[in-house]
Each structure stands twice: as C-alpha cells, then as structure tokens.
C-alpha cells in the first residue's frame, strides 16, 4: 500500500505560521530518496495549484512566485518526510494543501500531471 499523510494543518491568523510535515509509507517509498516531493493548494471553487517542490537531494527546490521568502520546503529522506514551512501566512494561503510524489527527479516540472502519488491533504485557514 502506497500512502502518502499530511499533516499539520490548523486555523491561523494573518501573520502566523504552520509546518506541514507528509510522511510517505509502503513498499513503493522504500526509496523514497529517488522521488521528487511537492506541495499543491486548492482553494475553494479554484483549481489545484502548485506551491512548492524539491529534487531528490534537496539541491534542487522551486517555488510558486507568490509563497517565495515565506515558504520553505524541505524533506528528510531518513524519515521519507517532506515539510513545508509557512511563515507570514495570508489569507489568500488558505487551502486544502496536497502532498505529491514524483517517480523521477524533475521537480521543476510544476505541473500536477508529472506527479504520481498523492496525500489526503490537510486544510489550512488563515482569517484577516
């Protein structure tokens, strides 16, 4: 079974931050050093989007223009876990934030298309 769990989520104030953490399980993560990680948000009554994303060995990271000097991704491949900071948060953050994996090392493809598993998602509110 391939899982991928976010978690984290809460309801914030403007200004506030949030760590999300997604741990990957089963047999399909046994590597899950060999798999691009990234975030994507779907606000209500909007399509998915992408927000973040990282490369095998962390060198490589890519950020949606709007959460870049706020958001930092990060990943933790001892514990097949993907974090994404949220500092200074808006309410215009405010989503249902989906973690994804990526049978390959093209993180800088930001489209949901090249992603191949996906979390449940976790929801983060930000009030004014």
């Known amino acids: 079974q391939v899982q991928l769990v976010e978690s984290g989520g809460g309801l914030v104030q403007a200004g506030d931050s949030l760590r999300l953490s997604c741990a990957a399980s089963g047999r399909t993560f046994s590597t899950f050093s060999r798999y691009a990680m990234a975030w994507f948000r779907q606000a209500p009554g909007k399509e998915r989007e992408f927000v973040a994303a990282i490369s095998w060995s962390g060198g490589g990271i890519y950020y949606k223009d709007s959460v870049k000097g706020r958001f930092t991704i990060s990943r933790d491949n001892a514990k097949k876990t993907v974090y994404l900071q949220m500092n200074s948060l808006k309410p215009e953050d405010t989503a249902v934030y989906y973690c994804?994996?990526?049978?390959?090392?093209?993180?800088?493809?930001?489209?949901?298309?090249?992603?191949?598993?996906w979390g449940q998602g976790t929801q983060v509110t930000v009030s004014s």
């Open positions: 994804a994996a990526q049978q390959g090392d093209r993180a800088w493809l930001t489209s949901e298309t090249f992603y191949d598993y």
